[in-house]
């Protein structure tokens, strides 16, 4: 059996082929931990924006189907604050119809959310699928009547608030 001796010359090669290794595997494993964090942030991120989102459109279709002849200013009000855009525009506009129809009728609207999902949403708009019910009385219903309503809500981020752009009737 041949035994071969290590040169002093050679041990410092081998120690600096360890050591470049070594370095080589702690930028990969550092690069990996930037990336996974970085990930790891987005989804965070991600998934705070569809919880605001969500906390945005429920409370725009509360405020929607939520309308009481007693306080339809205040009520009123609430929708518009949360509005923007033509939806805004068109709601204004219509204000003071609507006092008058809600007043002679003595409407009392009580909405409730069932449920709401994001359909599409990126980190500027989203639309949501909103799935309500009130409780409806006024003059001809005294005892009241249920609606059931599906929206469509598309909103959008202005100052850092998620607003309703548009509201539709689907299904």
């Known amino acids: 059996m041949t035994r071969v001796l290590l040169t002093h010359a050679a041990r410092p090669l081998r120690h600096r082929w360890a ?98 999902g994001i359909a599409r949403a990126d980190e500027r708009t989203a639309r949501v699928l909103v799935v309500a019910d009130s409780k409806v009385t006024n003059v001809a219903a005294p005892e009241g009547t249920s609606r059931n309503y599906r929206l469509q809500l598309d909103l959008v981020l202005e100052d850092g608030q998620w607003l309703t752009s548009n509201v539709e009737f689907v299904g």
């Not at 470049?20 to 930037?34: D, E, K, Y």
């Not at 409370?59 to 009123?76: E, G, I, K, V």
């Open 19 to 116: 050591t470049v290794v070594l370095a080589v595997l702690a930028a990969v494993l550092t690069a990996a931990s930037g990336w996974l964090g970085v990930q790891l942030y987005e989804r965070h991120e991600e998934e705070r924006r569809h919880q605001d989102i969500l906390a945005a459109a429920r409370q725009s279709a509360l405020n929607f189907t939520s309308l009481d002849y007693r306080h339809y200013d205040r009520d009123s009000k609430n929708v518009l604050n949360g509005a923007t855009g033509d939806f805004k525009k068109q709601f204004a506009a219509q204000t003071t119809q609507l006092t008058k129809i809600v007043a002679d009728n003595k409407s009392v609207s009580e909405g409730q959310i069932l449920d709401a």
